[in-house]
């Protein structure tokens, strides 16, 4: 079990206060998410022009959040469209390894996964799969980085076996969020005065995080895209 976590802003403009208030929101959501897995934490923010920072390390996301760096990485600007965070529990390969946690960076693919693909080894061995990681979630985002486009990853997406809830960036297409909610818990929520979107893997994260504000779910059926 992982924690899934971050914030969708498009291409909307915003005070900087609004910025602040924003990556404020998603820290709490990852710190939130450390109850879904404590074995590492990490933050992708993904701009305009599809350049990207990424920071990932072993151990909890408390801990992560007090890094300068970290703070340094989320200080949002108005070229930001998409945050992506998330706590892991490890299944398979260390922590040690950051090439084993996530956001995961496969190609023109950046993404966060929680679940289990129990035929990962299968899927890279048939449909040669480059890999430079122990966890089965890389396949997913290789599946990704391999379609060309939403209609053809699903079809690969229908050959998976296991547990899927997932947000991921194309780096060519960098105004364009996804969130995958297959058979794992993943809630969205619409946040109108910061013109914003925010997800969690759990209700009661937006619930917490966004006190104060209004703000509306967003529907995410099972097994939808």
């Not at 619409?190 to 994260?205: C, T």
């Amino acid at each position: 079990m992982c924690g899934l976590a971050g914030a969708i802003l498009g291409k909307k403009r915003r005070r900087r206060d609004e910025l602040r208030v924003i990556g404020g929101i998603v820290t709490e959501l990852l710190i939130m998410n450390e109850t879904r897995g404590t074995d590492a934490a990490g933050v992708a923010v993904i701009r305009k022009d599809g350049s990207h920072k990424l920071l990932k390390r072993p151990g909890p996301a408390s801990a992560l959040a007090e890094d300068k760096l970290f703070h340094r990485v989320m200080e949002l600007d108005n070229k930001v469209t998409t945050v992506l965070a998330h706590t892991r529990r490890k299944t398979r390969g260390s922590e040690r390894n950051s090439l084993n946690n996530h956001p995961l960076r496969t190609g023109r693919v950046i993404g966060t996964h929680n679940g289990h693909l129990a035929n990962a080894d299968h899927l890279a061995r048939t449909l040669r799969l480059p890999r430079f990681a122990e966890v089965d979630s890389e396949v997913l985002f290789r599946l990704v980085d391999r379609a060309g486009d939403k209609g053809q990853f699903l079809r690969l997406l229908s050959r998976c076996r296991g547990r899927i809830a997932a947000a991921f960036v194309c780096l060519d297409e960098p105004t364009t969020a996804f969130l995958l909610k297959g058979n794992m818990p993943l809630h969205a929520a619409h946040v109108p005065k910061l013109r914003a979107a925010f997800y969690a893997s759990e209700v009661w994260m937006l619930e917490d995080a966004l006190a104060g504000l209004s703000w509306s779910e967003l529907p995410l059926d099972p097994l939808t895209l």
